[in-house]
């Protein structure tokens, strides 16, 4: 998609179980699409997985402010990012 509203409508189309999100966009930050997805009523209930390269420990607890229920920094480590996002949608894993 092409902007934030873009992201809210599409997410409202696709109703995914989960969404990742870049917090370094173009134009809108990922926290701000956050907040909208969050103000929905109807995909408020989708868990939003922060991805970034840029936070410090100390930005955690404003990206779960926003609404994500997780940060995950990069470069991301596929294990654990397989781990978080299964957890996050209730599946079981197999170790």
Same mark, same amino acid.
């Given at each position: 998609c092409m902007n934030g509203k873009g992201a &809210? =409508? /599409?997410v409202r189309e696709i109703e995914? #179980? @989960?969404i990742s999100m870049d917090l370094q966009l173009p134009e809108i +930050?990922? @926290?701000d699409i956050t907040r909208a997805i969050k103000r929905d009523p109807y995909i408020v209930h989708i868990p939003v997985l !922060?991805?970034?390269a840029f936070a410090l420990h100390a =930005? #955690?607890?404003f990206? /779960? #402010?926003a609404g994500c229920a997780g940060c995950i920094l990069k470069p991301i480590e596929i294990k +654990?990012?397989?781990? *978080? &996002? =299964? !957890? @996050?949608i209730g *599946?079981?894993?197999s170790s």
């Open positions: &809210v =409508d /599409l995914p #179980e @989960l +930050s990922g @926290l !922060a991805i970034t =930005d #955690e607890a990206i /779960l #402010e +654990s990012f397989v781990k *978080r &996002v =299964d !957890a @996050l *599946r079981q894993i």
